[in-house]
């Protein structure tokens, strides 16, 4: 799923920008590695004819799991990725997870051209953002839509909710 025309946003203005979205699993859900590669989802930011540019790819985690489980890409190549501590919060009084994505200005404009993925993946109400994957890339410099995409085993067991997404410049 690809947003309209966000607009023209500029990582190289005003501090660079981000994208964040809550995800959460409300419904019971075997919580092994064999649902674990059939249950993911996939947030980022993409150009105005919907090429993905920039994303973050989040596997639920199982505690069989010994597979790196979050992967941050750039056109649809994994540039960096690791395995999650914690296990995917599942069931009726599973709380939000919340994934961001900031991309940082280049560095021919005087940034650090960091592309950066922050997580806050205990399910708590307290949001304490951690980063957990970065890479230094220019490649990328306008971006125009949010893409989001879900797969589930069964959608009507597996169900994932989303919520809050934000989208914009670091320093507005």
Same mark, same amino acid.
Do not use: C
């Given at each position: 799923? %690809? ?14 920008i981000?994208?964040?979205i809550?995800?959460?699993? @409300?419904?019971?859900? &075997? ?6 590669e059939?249950?993911?989802f &996939?947030?980022?930011l993409?150009a105005?004819d919907e090429?993905?540019?920039y994303?973050?790819?989040y596997?639920?985690h199982?505690t ?5 489980n979050?992967?941050?890409i750039?056109?649809?190549t994994?540039?960096?990725q ?7 919060p599942?069931? @009726? ?9 900031e991309?940082?200005?280049?560095t021919t404009?005087?940034?650090?051209g960091?592309?950066r ?9 307290n ?13 990328h410099q306008?971006?125009?839509r949010?893409r989001?995409?879900?797969r589930?085993?069964d959608?009507t067991? %597996? ?12 320093n507005?």
């Open positions: 799923m %690809y947003s309209p025309d966000l607009g023209i946003l500029d990582r190289d203005q005003n501090g660079g981000f994208v964040q809550e995800m959460r699993v @409300p419904l019971a859900l &075997t919580n092994n590695s064999t649902h674990r059939k249950n993911k &996939t947030f980022g993409a105005l090429t993905n540019l994303s973050f790819e596997k639920f199982a069989s799991d010994t597979n790196n979050r992967f941050l750039k056109d649809n994994a540039l960096a690791n395995k999650s501590s914690l296990l995917t599942i069931g @009726p009084s599973a709380g939000w997870l919340v994934f961001r994505i991309i940082l200005p280049r404009a005087g940034g650090s960091m592309v993925v922050l997580v806050d993946e205990d399910g708590d109400t949001v304490n953002l951690t980063q957990i994957l970065s890479v230094v890339d220019d490649s306008i971006f125009r949010f989001l995409t879900h589930t085993t959608p067991q %597996y169900a994932m909710q989303f919520r809050n997404l934000q989208v914009g410049p670091l507005p």
